[in-house]
């Protein structure tokens, strides 16, 4: 049996969630300008699996994740990364617990241009006073496709190499569960294809915890699950999504407008 830095053995990972929202309620503003943008969600994202969370607009997929993984506070309930409660951290845990077990990855994607790929992949890791472990650094290049690429800095690489250089960064520290919003939003179909083919690599091959918020149900279909969010509440989660199964439920959440993909869209459609 295989065992991770944590201590927790991948025959558990399987199972186990990294991370758990019971009962998450979100309000913004108050009085009239009062906006409930999660009621009372619960939900588990299970290790070793790739989850995509999809909802018309201002349905509460960003406040979602943005609470789960500690960088906005709850009004209400509880969300834990593994067993740790996320409530009434101070800020110094909450910084560290963000360092130290999750993984980032942003539509837009925040490289450093002074460093070159490698540097930006292990800079966390730095900052935070870690040393990478080798064995693993080199699996994560190798598998996000980047080990002929680390001495380029960002401007010399293409935007699909720089969005594969943060998932090897959010991928770097082996984190126990990685929150994506919108990874592939500024990429177009293929670049898009091939983050997330990495993304589902890293799942698959390393197993590791991928939580990605998104818009496109093509980018969905590479996940393994998806939950899908209306007006602050999970309404549905489907197992084993084809791209045309998330296209229909989308349409009959947004009454008809769901986006349909772009052209050229690599992901699983039937
Ligand atoms: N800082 C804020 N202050 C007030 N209301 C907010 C704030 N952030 C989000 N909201 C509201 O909360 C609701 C959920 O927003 P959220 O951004 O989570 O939705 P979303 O599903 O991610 O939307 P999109 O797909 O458009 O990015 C919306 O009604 C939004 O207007």
């Not at 942003?106 to 241009?113: D, I, K, V």
């Not at 590791?208 to 496109?216: A, E, F, R, W």
């Not at 999970?234 to 045309?244: G, R, S």
Request: charged residues 20%.
């Amino acid at each position: 049996m295989t065992t991770t830095h944590s201590g927790v053995s991948t025959a558990t990972r399987a199972t186990a969630a990294a991370a758990r929202a019971t009962d998450l309620t979100k309000v913004y503003g108050q009085g009239e300008t009062q906006v409930v943008a999660l009621d009372a969600v619960s939900v588990a994202f299970h290790q070793a699996q790739f989850t995509a969370i999809m909802g018309p607009s201002g349905s509460g997929k960003s406040t979602l994740m943005h609470c789960m993984a500690g960088l906005d506070a709850i009004s209400g309930g509880s969300a834990t990364i593994g067993d740790i409660e996320l409530t009434g951290l101070k800020d110094k845990k909450l910084t560290q617990l963000r360092r130290d077990r999750i993984g980032f990855i942003f539509q837009a994607f925040n490289l450093l241009p002074t460093l070159n790929a490698l540097e930006n992949i292990t800079l966390p890791m730095d900052i935070a006073g870690r040393k990478p472990d080798r064995a693993w650094l080199d699996r994560v290049v190798e598998t996000v496709g980047l080990s002929d690429r680390l001495k380029h800095r960002p401007a010399q690489l293409s935007g699909g190499q720089q969005q594969r250089v943060a998932v090897a960064r959010a991928l770097a520290s082996r984190p126990e569960i990685i929150f994506a919003d919108e990874p592939t939003g500024n990429l177009d179909s293929r670049s898009g294809a091939e983050v997330l083919g990495f993304l589902r690599n890293s799942v698959r091959e390393l197993g590791q915890t991928v939580v990605m918020v998104t818009h496109d149900p093509v980018a969905a279909a590479y996940a393994d699950r998806v939950v899908f969010l209306a007006d602050g509440r999970i309404v549905d989660d489907m197992p084993d999504p084809t791209a045309d199964m998330v296209l229909e439920r989308m349409r009959h959440l947004s009454g008809g407008s769901a986006r349909t993909p772009g052209p050229g869209a690599q992901g699983r459609t039937t």
